[in-house]
Nanobody, 125 residues
Framework: QVQLAESGGGLVRSGGSLRISCAAS????????ASWFRQAPGKEREFVAA????????YYANSVKCRFTISRDNAKNTVFLQMNSLKPEDTAVYYCAADGLTQSEALPPPVYTYWGQGTQVTVSS
């Protein structure tokens, strides 16, 4: 069983940067691809970025490409999302997810088994 806990959200001005983290419990997390999703008020949850279990492959939504960077530290069971050049439209609750498929290289992952509770990111104009 894997449990995910996001942290690092907050309020930042437009054009600023923020790094959010997803800490996982369970040794198997390092074998799973991980992703970030976000959900803005009144909108559906949308995919943001994904990273393979090894960290060698990444995949991004067009809306965040070249601004956001996903990475992971398997020794610490943690996935990160570095967000630069933030815009007000990036305001959302950001969720971490893991696919639960051992050493899968599929990006974006076709299924998500584990989800965190989310962390709020607010970008002011």
């Amino acid at each position: 069983q894997v449990q995910l806990a996001e942290s690092g959200g907050g309020l930042v001005r437009s054009g600023g940067s923020l790094r959010i983290s997803c800490a996982a419990s369970g040794r198997s997390f390092s074998m799973y691809a991980a992703s970030w999703f976000r959900q803005a008020p009144g909108k559906e949850r949308e995919f943001v970025a994904a990273v393979t279990w090894s960290g060698s492959g990444t995949y991004y939504a067009n809306s965040v490409k070249c601004r956001f960077t996903i990475s992971r530290d398997n020794a610490k069971n943690t996935v990160f999302l570095q967000m630069n050049s933030l815009k007000p439209e990036d305001t959302a609750v950001y969720y971490c997810a893991a696919d639960g498929l051992t050493q899968s290289e599929a990006l974006p992952p076709p299924v998500y088994t584990y989800w965190g509770q989310g962390t709020q990111v607010t970008v002011s104009s």
